[in-house]
Structures are given as C-alpha cells and as structure tokens.
C-alpha cells in the first residue's frame, strides 16, 4: 500500500535551474523515499522539465529575456583553392559559353545568301566572342581578389 503524498507549497526559485540538475534533484529523492514513490517522483520530474520548456518555448516565440538562446556562430568560410573552379565559375562559363554559340547561331542564320558571312556579321561574331572572354577573365580576377 502506498503512503499519501500530501502536496506541498511551491519552492521559491533563487534562480535558473538546469534540467541536468532536476533529474539529479528528482534521483535523489528517488534514493531517499524509496521505490514507493516512484510514481510520484516521476510525475514531478516530467511537470518540472515540461514548465521549463514552456518557459523556454514563450521566450523564444515572445521575445521574452528569460531565457537566452545560445548565439548562433557564423558558418565558417571555406578557402577557395586556388586551382579549382567553384559552382558559380563553372556556371557563368558554360552559361555565356552557350549563350555566345547561341548569339552567332543568330548572326549566321542563313540570309539572302546563303552559305557565305557577310564582314558585318563575322565583326559582330567577334564582337559577342570577345565581350564574352572579357567577361569570363574578369570574374575570375575578382574571385583571386576576393
């Protein structure tokens, strides 16, 4: 047969408590009243534990200063290696390279003549070729830079 527990006063909080040192509370006086009270001892370590993560939960969602999260720390950033290309350097070449083949695709589209370039339409292929180099060689001058 179980003893009565009778339900006592609320402790005053002197402070921040750790959930490490409820169970370590909670264990002890497991320890102390015996396997009798197993069952009570428990009930209380699972109502503390959820009033802690109520108070934790309402802080973060309410802005509260109770609870303080543990700052984030900035990602560390990764060195480029200098031999390598990155994501976006394999990006941007394939991509202007495609869209140059594309430009002189449309500058060659067969006219009233076809089969021959006209000296317009070869300056122009030159033109889109080298502004499309320039671009490549300066991105990757700003990445060694960076």
Do not use: C
Not at 36 to 64: H, P, S, T, W
């Amino acid at each position: 047969m179980l003893a009565p527990v009778i339900p006592a006063r609320p402790a005053v909080s002197v402070g921040p408590v750790s959930i490490s040192d409820e169970v370590r509370a909670s264990a002890a006086a497991h320890r102390d009243l015996g396997p009798g009270y197993d069952v009570a001892v428990a009930e209380g370590l699972v109502e503390r534990i959820g009033e802690e993560i109520d108070k934790r939960i309402d802080a973060r969602l309410y802005g509260q200063g109770s609870y303080q999260a543990a700052p984030r720390r900035p990602r560390p950033r990764r060195e480029p290696v200098p031999w390598r290309m990155g994501f976006g350097a394999v990006v941007l070449a394939l991509g202007s390279m495609g869209m140059a083949i594309g430009a002189t695709a449309a500058v060659l589209h067969p006219g009233d003549s076809p089969g021959q370039v006209s000296g317009g339409a070869a300056v122009l292929i030159a033109l889109i070729w080298i502004v499309i180099g320039v671009v490549n060689v300066a991105y990757a001058r700003y990445r060694q830079l960076r």
